[in-house]
C-alpha cells in the first residue's frame, strides 16, 4: 500500500466513509453493482484528502437471515416480512472469511484509522454503518466519531441506494452534517430504489456533490 494522506486536504472534524468495496460487490462477484469496480481508485483519491478515514465491510455469517438460500422456495431479491420490517433476500455474499467478503485489491488506503463490520448478527441484516435494519442495534460509529469530534461525514462507496443511502441518513439522525458524493457511488437500483434512496436522502438535508469538488 502506497497512499499517503495529504496533510492540506480536509479538516479534522471531517470523516470520510468509505463503504462496501468488497469483493462479492464487485463485476463478477456474487451481489454484482455495476461499474462497482470504478469507484476503487476514485476512493483511493479521495481518501488522500482526509487524515481520517473510516472503511465499513460487509461481514455474514453463512447462516444470515438475508440470504434466500436460507429461505427455502424463496428467490433472491424477493421481498419477505421480519420482525424488524421488509427485507430484502440476497444472493449469499460476503461471508465470514471469504475472498468475496475480502476488500477489492486495488484499495489502498492504509491511513484508514477503523473498519466497521456489520452484518454479523445472524437475525438481522444491516446496511447501515451506524444502526442495523431494527434500527436499534448501534454499531458504535456514531459514539466513536464524535469522541474524535468528527462534525461532517462525507460518503463514497457501494451501493448508493442501500449501505450508502442508509450509512447517510443514520449519520444525519445522529446529527452529523452528510455529504455524499455521487459519482463515487454506483447504485443497484431495485425496483426504483435509486430515486427512492436519493428522495429521502434529499429530505433529510444529505448534501449530494461531485468528487471533482472535494478534489478541487
Given at each position: 500500500?502506497?497512499?499517503?494522506?495529504?496533510?492540506?486536504?480536509?479538516?479534522?472534524d471531517?470523516?470520510?466513509?468509505?463503504?462496501?468495496?468488497?469483493?462479492?460487490?464487485?463485476?463478477?462477484?456474487?451481489?454484482a453493482?455495476?461499474?462497482?469496480?470504478?469507484?476503487?481508485?476514485?476512493?483511493?483519491?479521495?481518501?488522500?484528502?482526509?487524515s481520517?478515514?473510516?472503511?465499513t465491510?460487509?461481514?455474514?455469517?453463512?447462516?444470515?437471515?438475508?440470504?434466500?438460500?436460507?429461505?427455502?422456495?424463496?428467490?433472491p431479491?424477493?421481498?419477505?416480512?421480519?420482525?424488524?420490517?421488509e427485507q430484502?433476500?440476497?444472493?449469499?455474499?460476503?461471508v465470514?472469511?471469504t475472498?468475496?467478503?475480502?476488500?477489492?485489491?486495488?484499495?489502498?488506503?492504509?491511513?484508514?484509522?477503523?473498519i466497521?463490520?456489520?452484518g454479523?448478527?445472524?437475525?438481522?441484516?444491516?446496511?447501515?454503518?451506524?444502526?442495523?435494519?431494527?434500527?436499534?442495534?448501534?454499531?458504535?460509529?456514531?459514539?466513536?466519531?464524535?469522541?474524535?469530534?468528527?462534525?461532517?461525514?462525507?460518503?463514497?462507496?457501494?451501493?448508493?441506494?442501500?449501505?450508502?443511502?442508509?450509512?447517510s441518513?443514520?449519520?444525519?439522525?445522529a446529527?452529523?452534517?452528510?455529504?455524499?458524493?455521487?459519482?463515487?457511488?454506483?447504485?443497484?437500483?431495485?425496483?426504483?430504489?435509486?430515486?427512492?434512496?436519493?428522495?429521502?436522502?434529499?429530505?433529510?438535508?444529505?448534501?449530494?456533490?461531485?468528487a471533482?469538488q472535494?478534489?478541487?
Amino acid at each position: 500500500m502506497k497512499a499517503e494522506a495529504n496533510s492540506g486536504g480536509r479538516q479534522a472534524d471531517d470523516v470520510l466513509l468509505v463503504v462496501d468495496l468488497q469483493n462479492d460487490f464487485m463485476p463478477g462477484g456474487a451481489l454484482a453493482v455495476a461499474r462497482g469496480d470504478e469507484v476503487v481508485p476514485l476512493a483511493n483519491q479521495l481518501a488522500r484528502r482526509f487524515s481520517h478515514v473510516v472503511l465499513t465491510q460487509d461481514w455474514h455469517p453463512r447462516s444470515h437471515i438475508s440470504f434466500a438460500a436460507n429461505h427455502p422456495g424463496r428467490q433472491p431479491f424477493e421481498f419477505i416480512t421480519l420482525p424488524y420490517g421488509e427485507q430484502v433476500l440476497w444472493p449469499v455474499h460476503c461471508v465470514q472469511e471469504t475472498p468475496g467478503a475480502a476488500f477489492h485489491a486495488g484499495l489502498d488506503i492504509p491511513h484508514a484509522r477503523a473498519i466497521i463490520r456489520k452484518g454479523h448478527h445472524e437475525h438481522v441484516d444491516s446496511y447501515s454503518a451506524f444502526v442495523e435494519a431494527d434500527h436499534t442495534t448501534s454499531t458504535g460509529l456514531a459514539g466513536y466519531l464524535r469522541d474524535a469530534g468528527v462534525k461532517r461525514v462525507w460518503c463514497c462507496g457501494l451501493a448508493t441506494d442501500f449501505c450508502v443511502a442508509w450509512s447517510s441518513l443514520d449519520a444525519r439522525a445522529a446529527g452529523f452534517d452528510v455529504f455524499v458524493i455521487e459519482d463515487a457511488t454506483r447504485a443497484i437500483d431495485l425496483e426504483g430504489s435509486l430515486d427512492a434512496a436519493w428522495r429521502d436522502m434529499n429530505a433529510a438535508g444529505v448534501r449530494r456533490l461531485r468528487a471533482a469538488q472535494v478534489l478541487a
